[in-house]
Structures are given as structure tokens and as C-alpha cells.
């Protein structure tokens, strides 16, 4: 039996680090409500939140596979605690890998327009040449860690700098894009060879996701007129610098810019709402051309 966890709070315990981390209640609620949602990639698993009581179904010893939203410290801390096998579970050497590589800086070579901070300076000295950009903390996800600046630092910016640097080693500078769409390209890494899952086109407000539009992969390719050669090269980079050292599903988040251009905006370790909606779009082909989102009732 394949047992599914939604942890959704998998980009803060990240962040955080901690295998003791207590994530904010509103990700936490998010998981229990929602954890269904791994139903639609595993129809025949069970499903279950990393804080739903797991003990008597992992008594019964039927249990053979746990399969993760993402994997993080803090989802093996509490999985242990509720008694699954650690056999069951990737070692600490695996979960230190997976949160390295999903440092924001990892994916600075398929990023030209954006660079890395080391202290406040630096990152006054990108802006005098750039005006307008976004700072991302190293480690964030779903729109946290993020701060828009427009011609100068303000002093909430620059104390956030600081902090930032001293806790994640740096501070990644973007250059502020005119955003038209925002897609993703879903890949599965596994014996270092990495194949496309799919696409996925989305919405969001200041960096926050909000729905996916639901099309298939020959709609989405030709609504962006997007070349191959961009989805090429980054498989190409994830089977050079990431299946070696991970297994597992990708997600490479693009933007298109109002001039055409193609930007890589970030990179995640993990199962996304795009592979999810992916998998609802297949199992459901007649949501096709509506918006689908996790937080309203649209399953």
C-alpha cells in the first residue's frame, strides 16, 4: 500500500532548516484540508496530511511506500514519530541534498538576469544598475520571501538583507520583468536521466500562485509560441547538475515577458499544483480552458 503526504509547508521547514520545526497553523490546516489532492497524481494510495494521526494504519504493517509532496527534515522527524520504519523513509544524506540543491542559487546559470548578494552593498550596487527588481530569500516558495524595491532600499529592506544573508548566505537579485505568462516545465529526474512530464500554465498575484489554467501540452506550447530549444536546455542542465544527485519530480517555473523572452524564475524539488492540475486535466479532459485552484472547491 502507498501512503501519500501533503506537506505543503515543505518550503518553510526549508527555509527553516530545523527537523523540530513547528510551521504556522495555516499551513498546517492547508495540509489536513487538502491532502486528497495527492489522490489525483496517486489514485490508489492513501492520503494523509504529515499531522494526521498515521499510528493504527501504520500498525497494521500494510504500508510499503511513503511518497512525499516533498521531503524536508521536519516530514522525517514526524513520521518517525509516529512510528513508520525509518526503511520506509530517504536517509539524512538524501534530505541534505535535496534542501542544497533547492537553494535559489542553484539555478543562477539558466538565470542571466539575475545574480547573488553577499551584504547590503552589493545588492545597492545591482540596484543602481537595474532600478527596478525582486529579492528573493534562498530559500522560499509560494510568494514568502520575496520584496519588491523600486529605485532604493528602504530601511525594512535593508535590515531584511542583513538577516537574510546571515541565515541563508545570500540574498538572490532579479531583475524586474513585465510578466504576460507563467508557466511550468514538469520534469521526473531518475537514474540520472530526466523526462518531461508536462506543462502547466498559471496565474499568480505578487508572486503569490493562484490557479492553474487548465490545457494541454500543444495548447500551452503554442499559446507561448514557446521553442523547443528553451525546453531542451534545461532538461539538458537538470540531467547535468541535478538527477545525479536527486531523484524525483522537478518543477521549472518560467516567465514569457512582454517583448517574447523566456526567463527561468525558480526551480522546485518536489511534486507542484501544476502536476497536480497536469493529472486532473487527463483524468477530467472536459475542465479544459477553465481555472482550476487547490483553495476553492473545484475537485
Request: aromatic share 8%; glycine share 6%; hydrophobic share 40%.
Amino acid at each position: 500500500m502507498t501512503l501519500c503526504i501533503f506537506n505543503p509547508e515543505h518550503d518553510l521547514c526549508l527555509a527553516n532548516g530545523d527537523r523540530n520545526f513547528v510551521p504556522p497553523s495555516s499551513a498546517l490546516d492547508f495540509a489536513v484540508s487538502n491532502a486528497s489532492l495527492m489522490g489525483i497524481l496517486y489514485p490508489d494510495a492513501i492520503c494523509a496530511s504529515a499531522d494526521d494521526d498515521l499510528q493504527p494504519l501504520i500498525a497494521e504493517g500494510s504500508v510499503d511506500r511513503i511518497v512525499a509532496w516533498g521531503w524536508d527534515a521536519r516530514l522525517k522527524q514526524a513520521l518517525l514519530k509516529q512510528g513508520v520504519p525509518p526503511s520506509l523513509l530517504p536517509p539524512d544524506e538524501q534530505l541534505e541534498r535535496i534542501r542544497d540543491l533547492q537553494h535559489r542559487s542553484t539555478i543562477l546559470p539558466l538565470q542571466p538576469h539575475a545574480w547573488r548578494a553577499f551584504s547590503v552593498d552589493e545588492v545597492r550596487q545591482l540596484l543602481a544598475g537595474e532600478r527596478r527588481v525582486v529579492l528573493k530569500a534562498p530559500w522560499s516558495g509560494s510568494g514568502r520571501g520575496l520584496r519588491w524595491v523600486d529605485g532604493e532600499l528602504s530601511d525594512h529592506d535593508t535590515a531584511w538583507i542583513a538577516k537574510t544573508v546571515a541565515s541563508q548566505r545570500c540574498v538572490i537579485v532579479e531583475r524586474r520583468l513585465d510578466v504576460v505568462e507563467n508557466f511550468a516545465l514538469e520534469f521526473y529526474a531518475v537514474g540520472g536521466n530526466v523526462s518531461l512530464t508536462g506543462l502547466s500554465l498559471f496565474e499568480t498575484q505578487s508572486g503569490v500562485y493562484r490557479c492553474n489554467i487548465l490545457l494541454d501540452d500543444d495548447d500551452i506550447r503554442q499559446r507561448l509560441q514557446l521553442p523547443a530549444s528553451v525546453e531542451n536546455a534545461i532538461r539538458q542542465w537538470l540531467r547535468l547538475y541535478v538527477a545525479p544527485r536527486y531523484e524525483g519530480p522537478v518543477g521549472v517555473d518560467l516567465l514569457k515577458d512582454r517583448s517574447g523572452e523566456f526567463f527561468v524564475s525558480e526551480m522546485n524539488l518536489r511534486y507542484t499544483m501544476g502536476l497536480v492540475a497536469h493529472a486532473f486535466l487527463e483524468a477530467h479532459p472536459e475542465r479544459k480552458g477553465s481555472r482550476w485552484s487547490p483553495t476553492v472547491n473545484s475537485l
